[in-house]
């Protein structure tokens, strides 16, 4: 008898739906009158926006894998965003290709971190990913 889904298929399902469900649960009303009180020493630390980096391979051997994943956050971002944003500022996604290569994904890790300011990474799918840059 055959499996309904592969191990690899749930761990990518399951991946996915933790990172929306992540996402989901930032959101806010888009009233103000029902946003949550913040520390006025971050309240002027996001400007205009959010901005939230994305570092999946786009390209390389595990691009088949994880393209889906960084198309399921961007539509996470997307609906949060429509929502209202968080805390009153929409979401921007800044997306990077890790190249299916650890040494690259530390190099844009590091480039999202210090160069675009983001507050969280999404990504670094394989352990070696997220390893490199330790």
């Known amino acids: 008898m055959k499996e309904l889904f592969s191990r690899r298929e749930l761990v990518i399902f399951g991946s ?39 570092l999946h391979s786009l390209s390389g051997s595990l691009a088949i894998s994880e393209k889906s994943v960084v198309d399921a956050e961007r539509l996470a971002i997307e609906e949060i965003n429509q929502a209202g944003g968080v805390l009153g500022k929409q979401i921007e996604a800044i997306v990077e290709d890790g190249n299916s290569d650890p040494a690259t994904f530390a190099e844009k890790a590091k480039k999202l971190i210090e160069q675009d300011k983001v507050v969280t ?14």
Not at 22 to 41: D, F, G, N, Q, Y
């Open 121 to 134: 990474v999404f990504g670094c799918w394989t352990s070696a990913s997220r390893k490199a840059g330790v």
């Open 16 to 54: 996915t739906v933790a990172s929306s469900l992540l996402l989901k649960a930032c959101r806010t009303a888009s009233s103000t009158s029902s946003r949550p009180k913040v520390s006025p020493s971050i309240e002027g630390t996001f400007g205009e926006t959010i901005k939230v980096g994305i």
